[in-house]
């Protein structure tokens, strides 16, 4: 059986979590029996086990940077994705007011309201073709700061294919 920890609140339903370090945490309400909260466990095995190795994965393979190379992997972060940033500025006609690149392991990419973009170290461990998607898709929040249907609109005419995109990141 599973590793897990309970918290329990004023809530009506079970869920399940796998957090960044791979650990299992079942949302509880107050009152729910543990035997139920082992049954709802073992109901959802298959998608922990999937949730949790792809977690694994993740820290193994994105995250796996040693402290003393994050200087380094930022300068290079900031080089590359420069290039991107004004290719794909010129393109689309915006302009942002800078770029930061954080240590950030849950966003990848972001841009703020005065159209700042910040990008995470770690976005260089994924594929060129998620790499791209991110920088896309943060210089559409210049011209639409939601993902309303405008958004998604201009997304989609300068990269036809981004749902694939979003796909590659979610499966790593």
């Known amino acids: 059986m599973t590793n897990y920890t309970i918290k329990r609140s004023d809530r009506k339903t079970l869920s399940i979590t796998v957090n960044k370090d791979a650990a299992v945490i079942v949302h509880a309400p107050l009152y729910t029996d543990n035997d139920e909260i082992k049954r709802f466990i073992e109901k959802n095995r298959e998608w922990l086990k999937e949730n949790i190795t792809k977690t694994k994965r993740k820290n193994n393979e994105i995250f796996n940077i040693p402290k003393e190379r994050l ?3 930022k300068r290079e972060a900031l080089v590359y ?3 991107r940033v004004n290719r794909y500025c010129e ?4 302009r942002h007011t800078g770029i ?7 966003r990848l990419g972001s841009c703020n309201g005065k159209n700042s973009l910040c990008f995470s170290v770690y976005l260089l461990n994924y594929p060129k073709e998620a ?3 991110v920088v896309l898709h943060e210089l559409v929040h210049i011209k639409h700061k939601n993902h309303g249907k405008a958004f998604y609109s201009r997304l989609q005419k300068y990269m036809p294919d981004y749902k694939e995109r979003i796909k590659i990141i979610k499966g790593i």
């Open 91 to 94: 393109i689309m006609g915006v």
């Open 81 to 83: 994705l420069t290039e």
């Open 100 to 106: 930061k690149i954080t240590t950030a392991k849950t």
């Open 71 to 73: 200087p380094e992997m």
């Open 131 to 133: 790499v791209e998607y």
